[in-house]
């Protein structure tokens, strides 16, 4: 791999391959650490109030963030976990029984899911191939207009000291003018540390 991955199977196969052989250390995920997977959390949800509301996690992985919904005490929820990995998602539907827990394998594009509250993305947009920007963007845009009330996704950052070949960065500037063209309630945080940001949008 030069320049990342030749298109969206290849990276669907790499990360098929990175649960066969991590299972569920949070690695297999792409996070360093749980610490660092939970603060990305908690600025994904810090505009939201969640209780009694419909989730939507694209790109859910292992199902991480259910663990931190019930860490965070938020009550009466609707988990809906889409990733397009079927090794995630098949480990997702044997560790989450809850009843009020669905997921489905694919991309956001291939289902047109109803009642979403709030749509959150993170790190499913970190991989680079060829056509990463466009289909990052059509993704933000997509969540929103699923969403009844907002959506808030994290990117990494071309601000970062370095790159890795695999993974993909985006220009904060660029990310917020594609935010404002879809809404005037957006907010971006790049104040945390870690080597990207989170945007939020709201309807």
């Known amino acids: 791999?030069?320049?990342?991955?030749?298109?969206?199977?290849?990276?669907?196969?790499?990360?098929?391959?990175?649960v066969l052989e991590l299972d569920d250390d949070v690695r297999a995920v792409g996070w360093?650490?749980?610490e660092s997977q939970e603060l990305r959390f908690d600025?994904?949800?810090?505009?939201?109030?969640?209780?009694?509301?419909?989730?939507?996690?694209?790109?859910?992985?292992?199902?991480?963030?259910?663990?931190?919904?019930?860490?965070?005490d938020i009550k009466d929820y609707q988990y809906i976990g889409l990733d397009i990995s079927k090794n995630m998602i098949e480990s997702c539907r044997e560790r989450h029984l809850q009843d009020n827990v669905q997921f489905y394998q694919?991309?956001?594009?291939e289902y047109d899911f109803e009642t979403i509250d709030v749509a959150i993305l993170s790190g499913a947009l970190s991989y680079k191939y060829k056509e990463a920007t466009s289909a990052a963007k059509a993704?933000?845009?997509?969540?929103?207009?699923?969403?009844?009330?907002?959506?808030?996704l994290n990117f990494l950052s071309t601000t970062a000291d370095y790159?890795?070949?695999?993974?993909?960065?985006?220009?904060?500037?660029?990310?917020?003018?594609?935010?404002?063209?879809?809404?005037?309630?957006v907010s971006l945080y790049h104040d945390y540390p870690l080597y990207e940001f989170t945007i939020m949008l709201k309807k």
């Open 43 to 72: 600025y994904l949800i810090k505009d939201f109030n969640l209780n009694s509301k419909t989730i939507l996690d694209v790109g859910c992985g292992l199902g991480d963030f259910l663990h931190y919904l019930k860490k965070s």
């Open 139 to 152: 993704t933000l845009e997509k969540m929103f207009q699923l969403s009844t009330e907002g959506v808030a």
């Open 1 to 18: 791999m030069t320049n990342g991955f030749k298109n969206l199977k290849a990276v669907t196969d790499f990360v098929d391959s990175r």
């Open 32 to 34: 360093g650490s749980q």
């Open 163 to 185: 790159e890795l070949e695999k993974n993909q960065h985006y220009d904060p500037a660029i990310i917020l003018t594609w935010a404002l063209n879809l809404s005037k309630k």
């Open 106 to 109: 694919g991309t956001i594009f």
